[in-house]
């Protein structure tokens, strides 16, 4: 959780500071890793808007896990639902 802290909220939105050099990507490599197979296998074209809004998405959840002190292979539906919001698609 320490490379989430040290990369912080601004490298991780990956926007104009992103710092692709900075120790903290190396360190967090396999937390990002099932969340970008998540977000290739979403339905839907790869638009500029989409990117965006995936990259802040995992940012989201991945600074949620370090101020949390637990990573999110573990969490219920019903914390996603609280930290994501629930869209219009529902699975049964």
């Known amino acids: 959780m320490r490379g989430i802290a040290e990369l912080g909220v601004r490298n991780l939105r990956r ?9 903290g990507w190396a360190a967090i490599g396999r937390l990002q890793r099932p969340l970008e197979v998540v977000n ?5 074209p790869v638009t500029q808007h989409r990117r965006r809004a995936m990259l802040d998405v995992v940012a ?10 637990r990573t999110f292979w573990g969490r219920t539906e019903d914390e996603w ?11 049964q």
């Open 81 to 91: 639902v609280h930290l994501l919001g629930r869209g219009t698609c529902q699975t």
């Open 40 to 44: 290739a296998g979403l339905d839907g």
């Open 60 to 69: 989201l959840l991945l600074l949620r896990c370090a101020e949390e002190g």
């Open 15 to 23: 926007l104009q500071y992103h710092d692709r050099s900075a120790p």
